[in-house]
């Protein structure tokens, strides 16, 4: 096929339910491509010399190399290709942010073009596997002298045990929760990921001799020094950025009526019955702000709205989510930032919010909200969720004289990850801050090289095969 008859082929589009049966369950939405859709995806690849979606890929997966055997119909080579630099292509593909990640370095994505579907063909590639009960795991090492602890259950804890214990390092994971998974089972809904995938991955990591605990939190039950004299020859810190980030406004952490959005999906994925009332406000434009407005629509909310103090254009959410947040009935109040909680007998009753407008750009690139002096307004709510970001909880350092970033999160070598207690590595949301699924997998597989190293008593810097870009830790 000539360069310009792939040009001519449109971006194939999955299948989706309907707003009506989305309503009703937590079910998947997306059902993804056929072989047909898939194959003619992969036609629109251009196989470029210089393949800059791999840049973007925070994995660096070979992405040509696995399109081009998936058109040919190789899937399983196609598949195991992904799994050459990722340890969990079935949760990337259905929750990576593609468009500011691989398909944002595409370069059929440049001015008014659309970006190959990289990560809905990655989906093909795992639903096929699991469709023909193909072996998706791979084998195991045989345990060594070493072993590590692993603190918290998260992608990053996952990744670092993963890649470890197929070294022969055999690893134990410390949960403070009842469940696995960290924020991919406590925050991201099921709609978006179920929770039959995660579970795959826990039961692949438990076959290859890792051993899991719940229930135990580390600076409470157990000190890392415990550990230490447990016998752990080192120990990798993914505790992730679990405190929600407060508004600072007056009563927010009395009223009721304010819950914060990670606490309350939480809350929510872990069973819990929380009724929010009819009326909704949550404050913030990313992932956590959306989730949360699709999960109480779903609990029973008839009115939610996301106030947000920029437009649409600035919020960090993938468009896809803020597609199908709009297409499920939840508004978004742009320019506006709550002021005030009004309450009445400790009950939430109004949110007092201001106007804002666009300045100039800020360090994030994006433009500035300025308040409009004067422009207060009330919104009648039942409950308002803050959901503006989340900072990381250092419960687990009990004992220990970390060295901290002024975000507080570790500081770490930007390289090897190495924290400034030698023995304790780190990675994922606690070093990065709240980020990405795909950017914590690849801190916890360079840790886990930095961690075989440390054992070995070899120079954690040289003949490695992975290091963190100092940039990727700024
Ligand atoms: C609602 C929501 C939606 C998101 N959507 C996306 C998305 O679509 N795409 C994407 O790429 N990313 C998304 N993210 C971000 C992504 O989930 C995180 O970047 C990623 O999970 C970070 O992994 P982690 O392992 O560093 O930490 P976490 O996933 O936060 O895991 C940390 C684990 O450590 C445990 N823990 C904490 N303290 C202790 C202790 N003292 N002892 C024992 N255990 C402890 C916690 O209980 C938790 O299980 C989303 C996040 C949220 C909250
Ligand atoms: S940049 Fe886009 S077109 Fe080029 S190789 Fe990657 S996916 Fe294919």
Same mark, same amino acid.
């Given at each position: 096929?000539?360069?310009?008859?792939?040009?001519?082929?449109?971006?194939?589009?999955?299948?989706?339910?309907?707003?009506?049966?989305?309503?009703?369950?937590?079910?998947?939405?997306?059902?993804?491509?056929?072989?047909?859709?898939?194959?003619?995806?992969?036609?629109?690849?251009?196989?470029?010399?210089?393949?800059?979606?791999?840049?973007?890929?925070?994995?660096?997966?070979?992405?040509?190399?696995?399109?081009?055997?998936?058109?040919?119909?190789?899937?399983?080579?196609?598949?195991?290709?992904?799994?050459?630099?990722?340890?969990?292509?079935?949760?990337?593909?259905?929750?990576?942010?593609?468009?500011?990640?691989?398909?944002?370095?595409?370069?059929?994505?440049?001015? &008014?073009?659309?970006?190959?579907?990289?990560?809905?063909?990655?989906?093909?590639?795992? !639903?096929?596997?699991?469709?023909?009960?193909?072996?998706?795991?791979?084998?195991?090492?045989?345990?060594?002298?070493?072993?590590?602890?692993?603190?918290?259950?998260?992608?990053?804890?996952?990744?670092?045990?993963?890649?470890?214990?197929?070294?022969?390092?055999?690893?134990?994971?410390?949960?403070?929760?009842?469940?696995?998974?960290?924020?991919?089972?406590?925050?991201?809904?099921? #709609?978006?990921?179920?929770?039959?995938?995660?579970?795959?991955?826990?039961?692949?990591?438990?076959?290859?001799?890792?051993?899991?605990?719940?229930?135990?939190?580390?600076? &409470?039950?157990?000190?890392?020094?415990?550990?230490?004299?447990?016998? #752990?020859?080192?120990?990798?810190?993914?505790?992730?950025?679990?405190?929600?980030?407060?508004?600072?406004?007056?009563?927010?952490?009395?009223?009721?009526?304010?819950?914060?959005?990670?606490?309350?999906?939480?809350?929510?994925?872990?069973?819990?019955?929380?009724?929010?009332?009819?009326?909704?406000?949550?404050?913030?434009?990313?992932?956590?702000?959306? !989730?949360?407005?699709?999960?109480?629509?779903?609990?029973?909310?008839?009115?939610?709205?996301?106030?947000?103090?920029?437009?649409?254009?600035?919020?960090?959410?993938?468009?896809?989510?803020?597609?199908?947040?709009?297409?499920?009935?939840?508004?978004?109040?742009?320019?506006?930032?709550?002021?005030?909680?009004?309450?009445?007998?400790?009950?939430?009753?109004?949110?007092?919010?201001?106007?804002?407008?666009?300045?100039?750009?800020?360090?994030?690139?994006?433009?500035?909200?300025?308040?409009?002096?004067?422009?207060?307004?009330?919104?009648?709510?039942?409950?308002?969720?803050?959901?503006?970001?989340?900072?990381?909880?250092?419960?687990?350092?009990?004992?220990?004289?970390?060295?901290?970033?002024?975000?507080?999160?570790?500081?770490? !070598?930007?390289?090897?990850?190495?924290?400034?207690?030698?023995?304790?590595?780190?990675?994922?949301?606690?070093?990065?801050?709240?980020?990405?699924?795909?950017?914590?997998?690849?801190?916890?597989?360079?840790?886990?090289?930095?961690?075989?190293? #440390?054992?070995?008593?070899?120079?954690?810097?040289? !003949?490695?095969?992975?290091?963190?870009?100092?940039?990727?830790?700024?």
């Amino acid at each position: 096929m000539k360069a310009k008859e792939r040009m001519a082929i449109a971006r194939q589009m999955p299948v989706e339910l309907t707003v009506v049966e989305r309503l009703k369950s937590f079910d998947e939405i997306i059902s993804g491509y056929n072989e047909s859709t898939a194959i003619l995806e992969a036609n629109r690849c251009l196989q470029c010399k210089k393949p800059t979606c791999r840049d973007g890929c925070p994995v660096h997966n070979d992405i040509p190399a696995f399109i081009a055997l998936l058109r040919e119909g190789q899937f399983e080579e196609a598949y195991w290709k992904i799994r050459e630099t990722s340890s969990m292509p079935a949760v990337c593909s259905r929750v990576c942010p593609h468009e500011f990640q691989c398909e944002g370095s595409c370069v059929r994505g440049k001015g &008014k073009g659309q970006s190959v579907s990289i990560g809905m063909l990655e989906r093909y590639l795992v !639903d096929w596997m699991v469709a023909n009960e193909k072996n998706m795991n791979v084998a195991c090492a045989i345990p060594g002298d070493f072993k590590v602890a692993v603190v918290g259950s998260g992608p990053a804890g996952m990744s670092t045990a993963y890649y470890l214990s197929h070294k022969g390092i055999p690893c134990t994971i410390y949960e403070s929760l009842a469940e696995y998974g960290g924020m991919l089972t406590i925050g991201i809904p099921a #709609f978006r990921l179920p929770r039959t995938i995660i579970n795959a991955e826990i039961d692949a990591l438990k076959s290859c001799g890792v051993t899991l605990h719940t229930n135990i939190t580390i600076g &409470k039950d157990k000190t890392l020094e415990e550990l230490k004299e447990e016998g #752990f020859g080192a120990v990798f810190l993914g505790v992730g950025a679990q405190a929600s980030r407060k508004l600072g406004l007056e009563n927010e952490e009395s009223t009721e009526g304010v819950m914060h959005g990670v606490d309350y999906l939480r809350r929510i994925n872990l069973g819990e019955a929380i009724d929010l009332g009819k009326k909704v406000v949550v404050v913030g434009g990313g992932n956590v702000a959306i !989730d949360v407005a699709r999960t109480a629509i779903r609990h029973g909310s008839s009115d939610v709205f996301i106030l947000y103090r920029r437009t649409k254009n600035e919020m960090p959410a993938s468009i896809a989510e803020i597609h199908h947040l709009e297409e499920e009935g939840v508004r978004i109040e742009m320019l506006a930032a709550p002021v005030k909680i009004h309450s009445e007998n400790g009950k939430l009753t109004k949110v007092e919010c201001i106007r804002m407008e666009l300045g100039e750009p800020d360090q994030s690139g994006r433009r500035r909200p300025v308040v409009q002096e004067g422009s207060n307004f009330m919104i009648e709510a039942d409950s308002i969720i803050p959901a503006i970001s989340q900072n990381v909880d250092h419960g687990s350092d009990v004992g220990q004289e970390f060295k901290l970033t002024s975000w507080g999160t570790y500081e770490t !070598d930007p390289q090897t990850l190495q924290t400034s207690v030698e023995w304790i590595f780190a990675g994922g949301d606690n070093v990065l801050g709240p980020q990405t699924v795909a950017k914590a997998l690849y801190q916890g597989k360079v840790a886990a090289e930095s961690i075989e190293c #440390f054992l070995n008593g070899k120079d954690l810097k040289k !003949d490695r095969t992975f290091l963190c870009d100092e940039a990727d830790n700024s």
